[in-house]
């Protein structure tokens, strides 16, 4: 399944005020890295964020969030969340800076 890659781009614009990002091909996708870590990926299911054990629960609660559930077991720390969700810039914007603020506190790889 390909990526929304127009998708891509608006992540790619929420990130561009940082120094330290990096895309790579994951999961079917395209993933934003911040110093070596995965912050968040775009799929043909929707985008995937790095939340962490400690946001988790929390995020699943919002809209249009779900789990991350690539091999049958869900990915705790990570969520998936639907397109409607990141229809709009606020609700994109939303979502990678939670990933981005999660993500920054990791040691650099």
């Given at each position: ?31 934003f890295m911040l110093s070596g870590n995965m912050c968040c990926c ?16 929390e995020a699943l609660r919002l809209p249009h969030a779900g789990l991350m559930d690539l091999t049958g077991r869900p990915m705790r720390g ?32």
């Amino acid at each position: 399944m390909a990526y929304d890659e127009a998708l891509a781009v608006r992540v790619k614009k929420a990130l561009s005020g940082r120094s330290d990002v990096a895309e790579r091909k994951m999961f079917g996708g395209l993933a934003f890295m911040l110093s070596g870590n995965m912050c968040c990926c775009v799929t043909g299911q929707g985008l995937i964020v790095r939340v962490g054990p400690e946001g988790y629960e929390e995020a699943l609660r919002l809209p249009h969030a779900g789990l991350m559930d690539l091999t049958g077991r869900p990915m705790r720390g990570w969520i998936l969340v639907e397109p409607e969700g990141v229809n709009s810039d606020a609700g994109l914007n939303e979502w990678v800076a939670r990933g981005a603020e999660f993500t920054a506190n990791l040691p650099p790889k």
